[in-house]
């Protein structure tokens, strides 16, 4: 049998939803890249420009979930890395609890910077 | 069926020396996990800087002078980003590469050849780095 240098236990619903999640990061991530970039290059960027495209509601829901899953395949990633390294017990809960935390920092301050572009009144 | 399989420690001394091209893809993966997931969280927090900018007057922001324009100027306006940029890019290019390879590979697609697969993530993280250089670049000098 070939040799499997996958960190995460097949089968799982975690498994999945990081292979779910990584077809999602795959289109966008490449759009992103593209549209802030080549389109439209880093140095010319400004507040009003930022906010013209969050103020559509399409773009804004792709850039949310955009976060919402660049933060779940980034962190059960880092997640399932230390574990493979053999992180358990104790410290393995103490980890899992820290990223969790960390996740909804990152996707807090994520979506308040996206309601401030948009002009929506909750940040 | 899956099945446990040994791989011993990365860090023990010249272990490197026994690896094979699916060893060196999944170091090469993790690695650039790591760079991107620090990354995410660096890019948020600069891209705060709108949260305050939102409060300023419109003749400011139609100046620019607002303090996440202001921010993201300054930053584009050093080399090192622009060469940290680059940099992402090859990061972000091979993850996304090695990641389709992986999706394959789950799916059982081309796994005789992922050896194959691997040195053409590598090749063409290459080519799209340096097809990207002067649009990565333009205006930094």
């Not at chain 2, 992402?88 to 697609?109: E, P, S, W």
């Amino acid at each position: 049998m070939a040799q499997r240098y996958s960190s995460f236990q097949q089968g799982t619903r975690m498994w999945l939803l990081q292979r779910i999640t990584a077809g999602f990061l795959l289109v966008v991530l490449a759009f992103h890249f593209f549209l802030l970039h080549f389109v439209h290059h880093a140095d010319e960027v400004s507040f009003l420009m930022s906010s013209g495209r969050m103020e559509t509601m399409s773009y804004y829901s792709l850039m949310v979930l955009f976060l919402l899953t660049a933060t779940f395949h980034g962190v059960n990633g880092v997640y399932n890395a230390l574990v493979n390294q053999g992180l358990s017990g104790t410290k393995r809960t103490a980890v899992k609890w820290t990223l969790v935390a960390a996740s909804v920092v990152l996707i807090v301050q994520g979506i308040r910077t996206a309601n401030a572009w948009a002009g929506i009144p909750l940040y | 069926m899956s099945q446990s399989y040994n791989r011993g420690l990365i860090e023990d001394f010249s272990r490197w020396r026994e690896f094979e091209a699916g060893m060196w893809a999944w170091i090469f993966h993790k690695f650039t996990g790591w760079v991107l997931i620090g990354y995410l969280f660096t890019h948020i927090a600069v891209l705060s800087t709108a949260i305050p900018a939102s409060g300023a007057e419109t003749a400011v922001l139609q100046a620019g002078n607002d303090v996440y324009t202001q921010t993201i100027i300054s930053l584009e306006g050093l080399l090192l980003v622009r060469i940290l940029e680059v940099g992402l890019l090859a990061v972000a290019v091979f993850h996304m590469l090695n990641g389709t390879r992986l999706l394959l590979v789950d799916l059982g697609i081309g796994l005789d050849s992922q050896d194959k697969s691997f040195y053409a993530s590598l090749i063409l993280t290459g080519a799209i780095t340096v097809a990207s250089v002067p649009t990565f670049i333009a205006g930094a000098f």
